[in-house]
């Protein structure tokens, strides 16, 4: 199934960062591993002058200047806001699902005249934005059109190094520059950023995001070939290249080493100083200006080279967001504070926006509708719905493998994503109670359910039908009445006919409802008919 159009609150949410004490130091390590300057080591550090924040006891969003610590916009933003480049941010509005750029001078007026789909944010004086219905754009610091992209790409990154990756409908990748210009053609099954280096590994296969290694090859920025990857003897370890070194591992001796760009074994070039290592950290990660985060115990603290102290490690986590700025979490309530240790300005907030995100993507703004009505046709027929006929039940179904059944007591319904479309089955009775009926003798209950629970699985629960929802709130209105019209037509062809209040039965009894509401294409499927209503048609006008 092709994903065109999908970019929910979720996807938005992704660049939040919530401390928690050991999961937060993991992410954090993941994150510290793109850099290839002394003085900083993600892509925006260099030029990040505000913070975008949750105060306490706030639920709207505020931006906070980070070298004085003053509150530049206090409870100015409604909406899902991203972090702040180059003196601009985005806003989702998730009842609209359309997004608004603003400048941080000036956060009550949007600089474009009409709201996007989808975005990224601002890097080197430009962005990738896309309007309802339309192919996607590279936009400048006025929202003005630089240049529209051909309809055959669906997706684009924000721009990193000069560079945007692209992808188009057969799912391969290539490059363009900041003018909307192809710099290196969509023939690639996996491309990683030029993040920092001109270098870049990338897959040459030509199926779409393949992760065999056995094609990569690393690239510089005009496409040409620096050097084949040796997948008989490495494994990369990083995806992107990081003061001019790949981290890779040796695949018979599971030994880490690094490449340069010409397929040289070379040395790390940020090793750990033997002081640091001698430590005994639980964990240390080296976060440019040869500092160092650390984690003893549960809390942590930052050390230079020397392992003096820089901040007491007393916080429950630590986040540099330029060389000279971190935020602290303490308590479940976070400030910024100088490299002494010192806050900066009064502000406590509890959730920011991560200003380091550089894996943002816009989406075209349409989708194939006849691709989108085949895909949805070919779930169900006249006497069954995904995976599911007559007479199936929860065992058979197969979906609470590896969960606790306390979790399902007194619910009828079981919903899990299959994006983009959200299934829902829908049983004759609660899924799982503290007296669940037995299985059948010859069932045999699914491997890796939980046992340690007083609630059991109703396995025998019958499924009374299936709901499907397919969102297209992004793309332009009329786009779920078109997909609408399009499977009506073919419900004939799957056994079904039309009755007076616009639902489908067919001969075997099972019946079809299909309506759209908030920009959500929906169908509800039931084995009984007598359960089926009509659905609600609901047309947008944004």
């Not at 940020?270 to 005994?280: G, V, W």
């Not at 309530?333 to 806050?343: A, F, N």
Request: proline letters at 4%; one cysteine or more; a negative charge.
């Amino acid at each position: 199934m092709q994903v065109e159009l999908s970019r929910d609150t979720n996807s938005i949410r992704n660049m939040k960062k919530i401390f928690y004490i050991c999961t937060f130091f993991v992410a954090l390590v993941a994150l510290c591993a793109c850099g290839n300057k002394d003085n900083g080591i993600y892509p925006f550090q260099e030029e990040t002058k505000y913070l975008t924040v949750r105060l306490q006891g706030s639920d709207k969003w505020s931006i906070i200047n980070i070298e004085n610590g003053d509150i530049v916009a206090k409870n100015a933003i409604n909406g899902m806001p991203s972090a702040v480049h180059e003196d601009m941010f985005y806003v989702y509005d998730n009842e609209s699902a359309r997004i608004n750029y603003y400048n941080v001078n000036d956060c009550s007026k949007p600089v474009n005249s009409k709201p996007y789909c989808s975005a990224t944010s601002f890097n080197g004086g430009y962005a990738i934005a896309c309007l309802p219905g339309e192919d996607l754009q590279v936009i400048d610091k006025n929202c003005e059109t630089v240049k529209k992209l051909p309809p055959s790409i669906n997706s684009a990154s924000l721009f990193l190094n000069g560079l945007a990756i692209v992808k188009d409908d057969t799912g391969l990748s290539g490059f363009i520059d900041t003018k909307g210009d192809t710099v290196i053609g969509p023939h690639l099954g996996l491309a990683n950023a030029f993040l920092f280096d001109d270098a870049a590994l990338v897959s040459e296969s030509q199926v779409a995001d393949t992760t065999a290694v056995s094609s990569l090859v690393v690239i510089n920025k005009k496409g040409e070939k620096l050097f084949d990857f040796d997948s008989n003897k490495y494994m990369p370890i990083n995806r992107y290249f990081i003061n001019g070194t790949l981290k890779v591992m040796l695949a018979k001796e599971e030994k880490m080493v690094y490449l340069d760009k010409k397929g040289n074994e070379t040395t790390d070039t940020l090793a750990l100083p033997k002081k640091i290592t001698d430590a005994n950290y639980r964990d240390v990660k080296h976060v440019g200006n040869d500092r160092y985060m650390v984690i003893k115990g549960d809390r942590m603290g930052l050390v230079d080279k020397n392992n003096d102290t820089l901040i007491n490690t007393k916080y429950d986590g630590i986040v540099n967001i330029t060389p000279n700025r971190f935020i602290v979490a303490q308590d479940s309530v976070m400030m910024i504070i100088d490299e002494k240790g010192k806050q900066v300005g009064k502000a406590k907030f509890v959730d920011f926006i991560d200003s380091n995100n550089f894996e943002e993507a816009a989406g075209r703004g349409y989708v194939n509708t006849g691709k989108v009505a085949a895909t949805i046709l070919q779930l169900f027929d006249k006497d069954a719905v995904f995976n599911a006929r007559k007479g199936a039940t929860l065992m058979e179904i197969n979906q609470v493998v590896g969960v606790n059944p306390e979790n399902y007591v007194g619910a009828t319904e079981l919903s899990g994503p299959l994006p983009p479309l959200i299934i829902t089955y829908h049983f004759d009775r609660e899924i799982a109670s503290h007296k669940a009926g037995a299985p059948n003798a010859n069932d045999s209950i699914p491997t890796g359910t939980a046992t340690q629970s007083s609630a059991q699985f109703n396995y025998n629960a019958l499924v009374k039908g299936v709901t499907m929802q397919y969102p297209v709130r992004e793309c332009a209105p009329g786009t779920e009445e078109e997909i609408l019209q399009i499977v009506t037509q073919q419900m004939g062809k799957k056994g079904f006919g039309i009755k007076d209040d616009g639902t489908f039965i067919s001969d075997d009894g099972c019946a079809v409802a299909m309506g759209y509401e908030k920009g959500v294409f929906l169908m509800n499927y039931y084995f009984d008919a007598s359960n089926v209503k009509p659905l609600q048609r609901v047309s947008r006008t944004n």
